[in-house]
């Protein structure tokens, strides 16, 4: 289907219902694998990270990582679920070339927590619960690279190169009940439920949770209802999206696509579909297979999991503090207004601007920042606040070189730009651009007293008394020495030029 065919959004809600269903996968951060010793360290030669185990050569027995259990469990815990008591690994079959067992070690009917839900808080401020129905552990696949043709796709090329050394690192997958009820802001709720999943991953320092970095992934499942009906229509899963902003554009392409289908009196087909960063569309995947087609069954190689209900509430009581409640902290601390908290939340400028202060800013400058230059180039660039080539501690060391004087704020914009731009370092930037404001006598002299001769009428009423005046002057310091002239300092230069008492 092509998109002039699309039924305008807002059509497509006047009459269907969407129901979602979202699945993340969230890569764990442990050292080694799920089931071997393997590292997980990311970036090294392909299949240097292996062994038997996780190769699946014959003979080979896997053994569960314990931090594995552990990392599945507090998630479980702050996603409010039920911990089994008891639960197994099963196998699911089905062939892939990166997968060398040719089954992958899940959980199916047995998921190590089960039953919670996530208050997500949607862009005006409203909170919608997300019902979890599980989470469960199950390991990666490899990596296949195809080489040879025009695209990297599989189409047009001439062969195909496997990395094995990502086979088999602990993945959580968080598995949503169907999400009803959201209406028009079903994308939103889908943007801000992932938003909020891998605010919490974090902060439960469990995985870094980059979606740029493949860390966390999302899939989108949707269907539409006649708007009043209660049976869940046909669901297409949009797989493996990889940004938040994806996420959204992908269910609301989702919705605009079906409903062009039954509009038309066609069916949705239960398949699942790739989503196109470059033009927010979605196009076929492969039919999708029914639970049956994967034949699990329990692992027989691996003992049950049986969480001890000791080990369960020692690490609900070691939690650390979740994001809706650090938030709730941080908005006092900041001395924040509801609306002014909700607009940093919906910049995704928390974070940044934390870090930014724990590398010494002040509170207000902090904020000014990510909140302004930084977030309309996010807006602009159509990319995540926090995935700016900046980090927190170089915008923090900018904010301490205005806090000390050696820039002013529009000195400062510049050096922020120069670090986008991969000039480097703060301190090299001012170094190399020589942006470091001008506050030496010597060097503000002649520009001082050119303002003044070049403005006699102004000085004279200056020297009049009317000492108001001075800003004129100060302004145009400022402009011939191209912003760079400490105010302050020049506006103390030029009363004393006129013998005026600030
Ligand atoms: P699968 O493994 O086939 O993807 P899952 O049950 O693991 O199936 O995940 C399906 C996801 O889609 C769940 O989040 C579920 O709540 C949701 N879902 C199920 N049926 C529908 C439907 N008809 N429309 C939208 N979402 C659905
Ligand atoms: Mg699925
Ligand atoms: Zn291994």
């Not at 896997?62 to 039920?82: D, M, Q, R, T, W």
């Not at 870090?355 to 000014?368: E, S």
């Not at 986008?420 to 301190?427: I, R, S, T, Y």
Request: glycine share 8%; with cysteine; net charge negative.
């Amino acid at each position: 289907m092509s998109v002039e065919n699309l039924v305008p959004y807002e059509e497509a809600l006047a009459s269907y219902d969407p129901v979602m269903g979202l699945e993340v996968h969230v890569e764990l951060g442990t050292k080694t694998k799920m089931f071997c010793g393997c590292s997980t360290e990311l970036g090294a030669e392909p299949n240097t990270q292996t062994c038997p185990t996780c190769l699946g050569l014959p003979g080979s027995l896997p053994v569960v990582n314990a931090i594995g259990v552990e990392s599945a469990i507090k998630i479980g815990l702050a996603l409010n679920c039920e911990i089994a008591e008891w639960c197994r690994f099963a196998r699911k079959n089905y062939f892939y070339p990166d997968m060398p067992k040719n089954f992958q070690t899940s959980q199916y009917d047995e998921p190590i927590a089960f039953n919670g839900y996530l208050d997500v808080q949607l862009e005006d401020g409203e909170t919608f619960r997300v019902e979890i129905e599980r989470a469960h552990m199950e390991e990666d696949t490899g990596k296949s690279s195809h080489v040879g043709g025009a695209t990297g796709r599989i189409h047009g090329a001439t062969h195909s190169l496997l990395d094995y050394n990502r086979a088999g690192i602990p993945l959580i997958e968080i598995v949503t009940k169907p999400i009803e009820g959201a209406g028009s802001r079903a994308p939103e709720v889908a943007k801000a439920y992932v938003a909020e999943l891998r605010e919490l991953i974090k902060a439960l320092g469990v995985s870094e949770a980059r979606m740029d970095k493949g860390q966390m992934r999302c899939d989108v499942n949707l269907s539409l209802r006649p708007n009043g009906t209660e049976k869940f229509g046909t669901r297409s899963e949009t797989k493996n999206v990889n940004s938040l902003r994806s996420v959204e554009r992908a269910a609301r392409f989702e919705i605009q696509r079906h409903a062009a289908l039954l509009n038309d009196g066609r069916t949705v087909v239960q398949e699942t579909r790739h989503f196109h960063e470059d033009n927010g569309t979605t196009t076929s995947g492969r039919i999708k297979d029914n639970a049956e087609d994967y034949r699990y069954f329990p692992e027989p190689d691996l003992v049950p999991i049986a969480p001890s209900r000791e080990w369960v509430e020692e690490l609900r009581a070691g939690l650390p503090e979740l994001p809706r409640v650090r938030r709730a902290r941080l908005q006092a601390e900041w001395d924040l207004s509801d609306k002014d908290m909700q607009s940093v939340l919906n910049a995704g400028a928390v974070e940044p601007i934390q870090l930014t202060i724990a590398a010494g800013a002040p509170a207000d400058q902090a904020r000014k920042w990510w909140m302004g230059e930084l977030a309309r180039r996010a807006n602009e660039t159509g990319t995540d606040l926090a995935e700016q080539p900046i980090t927190p501690v170089q915008v923090a060391r900018v904010c301490t070189l205005v806090a000390e004087g050696k820039l002013n704020d529009k000195l400062a914009r510049q050096v922020i730009e120069a670090v986008l731009a991969g000039e480097g370092e703060p301190d090299a930037v001012v170094e190399q651009r020589g942006l470091a404001v001008v506050s030496d006598d010597s060097a503000l002299g002649a520009a001082v007293d050119q303002a003044i001769a070049e403005n006699e009428a102004i000085a004279a009423k200056i020297r009049d008394g009317k000492v108001a005046a001075v800003g004129a002057l100060v302004g145009a310091v400022m402009k011939a020495t191209r912003g760079q002239a400490d105010a302050a300092r020049v506006k103390d230069l030029i009363l004393e030029r006129l013998g005026v008492q600030a």
